[in-house]
């Protein structure tokens, strides 16, 4: 059976989010789907050329919801 994967599960496995049955299924069509592989390599090489960030809130927010903890105690 031909399956139409989309962007989205080639995200989800580049970043281990898909179950164990999605996985193999979609490793087993890498091997069968030419225009699957070319998808999934340009994805990889995107993710791997963007910058690593990480996120965190302003210190000033921090405090706030700590001063709100403090009035609810």
């Known amino acids: ?3 139409n994967y989309t962007d989205f599960t080639t995200i ?4 281990n989010e898909l179950d164990l049955f999605s996985k193999l299924e979609y490793e087993f069509a890498l ?5 699957l ?3 999934f390599e340009n ?4 993710r ?6 990480s996120l965190s809130p302003k210190l000033s927010v921090i ?3 700590l001063a709100y ?5």
């Open 1 to 3: 059976m031909k399956h």
């Open 12 to 15: 989800y496995y580049l970043y």
């Open 31 to 35: 091997d069968e789907d030419s225009t």
């Open 37 to 39: 592989v070319e998808s």
């Open 43 to 46: 994805m990889s090489e995107g």
């Open 48 to 53: 791997d050329i963007l910058p690593e960030i």
């Open 63 to 65: 405090e706030s919801i």
């Open 69 to 73: 903890s403090r009035q609810n105690v």
